[in-house]
């Protein structure tokens, strides 16, 4: 396991108070009598990475603003152990209605200097709709909070392509967080996962979502919109002002290492993959024995990697760097993906600007067709 280059860390929270209604995430409601129990665990399991330096720490789930406030003194303490570099960005997701001006001061205090806020829409109605827990009166009230203890760097998730939404409502929504003066916005369109009671309606034909017309729609307009308000699109779903862009999710699509602590979390470390298990019981047992949550793990072999480095690479708007591709892998990419490139760079859904292979506007609206043409033969 190298520890000689800086690495991310993400960390997971699985608590929620009530699970949202088109969530997949291994994430619950009605476990908070196991939150204490499950944070002296994590505390536990990050010890195993105090010789890491990390650049980037993100604190996902879930919920972490719903854990307690006992429960986030626990986890400042175990920060205390981390190597955490000075220039490092440190997040923590939220959702409305689970601040307070305590908790996140001790989340300020732990070194937390960015906040990703789940709004996913503006609209009391909507947000009703897809079983959320705040209205939008609270997600004021929360984004108020995190200004007041000085975090300024706030990102907000929004969702469209959700039932009933319309082509009003989903401007209304973009042009508030922007009014706001948010530093990033991250834009998700409705994926209808199995096992979701979202799935379970539209399986009833009672999912009432906009025509796949409309959500492309709604798209193009915010690339346009956030484009001319001066967020950079760097990614497909995310937006920045200039400088702001989510540095620890760059890890993932520039396919670095990371390492994940909790349930349901994974890690990636000198061409290994390791997974958590996703079930909180069963993670604050395998801690107390191993001192990990890990139950499996595997070595990606060349092939594997250079998949993910594709697919990931070509989320980013700027694509992958041909250079970089070649200093990684000792190889030209042309050699390996020349047919597929070559394929559609003649229907203009990929461009090779000289420095990068990346997608068109054209491309990114077909990203899932284009990017299964880069799984490569196994042997």
């Not at 409305?96 to 732990?110: A, Q, R, S």
């Amino acid at each position: 396991m190298s520890i000689k280059e800086q690495k991310a860390l993400y960390v997971h929270i699985p608590f929620c108070k009530k699970k949202c209604d088109y969530c997949d995430f291994p994430s619950y409601s009605g476990k908070e009598g196991l939150m204490l129990e499950y944070t002296k665990a994590l505390c536990n399991e990050l010890k195993k990475y105090k010789d890491f330096v990390f650049k980037t720490i993100f604190i996902g789930g879930g919920t972490p603003t719903y854990l307690s406030y006992e429960c986030i003194l626990l986890l400042k303490e175990a920060f205390k152990e981390l190597k955490i570099a000075e220039n490092a960005e440190f997040t923590v997701e939220g959702n409305p209605g689970t601040f307070t001006i305590e908790k996140l001061k001790e989340f300020k205090n732990m070194g937390v200097n960015r906040i990703s806020i789940g709004l996913q829409a503006f609209q009391n109605e909507l947000l009703k709709d897809i079983g959320r827990i705040h209205s939008e009166e609270e997600f004021l009230e929360s984004f108020k909070m995190a200004k007041e203890v000085g975090l300024n760097n706030i990102n907000v998730d929004l969702m469209f392509g959700l039932p009933g939404q319309s082509m009003d409502q989903w401007k209304e929504s973009l042009e508030k967080a922007v009014e706001l003066g948010v530093t990033h916005i991250s834009c998700y369109s409705l994926i209808v996962e199995e096992g979701t009671p979202f799935h379970r309606r539209a399986q009833k034909g009672l999912l009432d979502t906009p025509s796949e017309e409309i959500e492309r729609e709604m798209y193009e307009y915010t690339k346009k919109f956030l484009e001319k308000v001066g967020y950079n699109q760097y990614e497909i779903s995310n937006f920045a002002k200039e400088g702001m862009e989510c540095r620890h999710n760059l890890v993932y699509w520039n396919l670095e290492d990371y390492i994940g602590c909790g349930s349901g979390a994974h890690s990636f470390i000198d061409g290994e993959r390791i997974e958590n298990t996703s079930n909180p019981e069963e993670y604050i047992e395998l801690v107390k024995i191993n001192g990990t949550g890990k139950v499996d793990s595997f070595e990606n072999s060349e092939e594997d990697t250079i998949e993910e480095f594709m697919f990931m690479g070509l989320r980013k708007v700027e694509g992958i760097n041909k250079v970089n591709f070649e200093n990684r892998f000792k190889k030209d990419i042309y050699s390996i993906y020349g047919d597929v490139i070559k394929k559609h760079l003649k229907n203009k859904l990929i461009e090779d600007d000289g420095e990068n292979i990346k997608l068109t506007p054209q491309g990114i609206q077909l990203s899932n067709m284009v990017m299964s043409d880069f799984m490569l033969e196994k042997a």
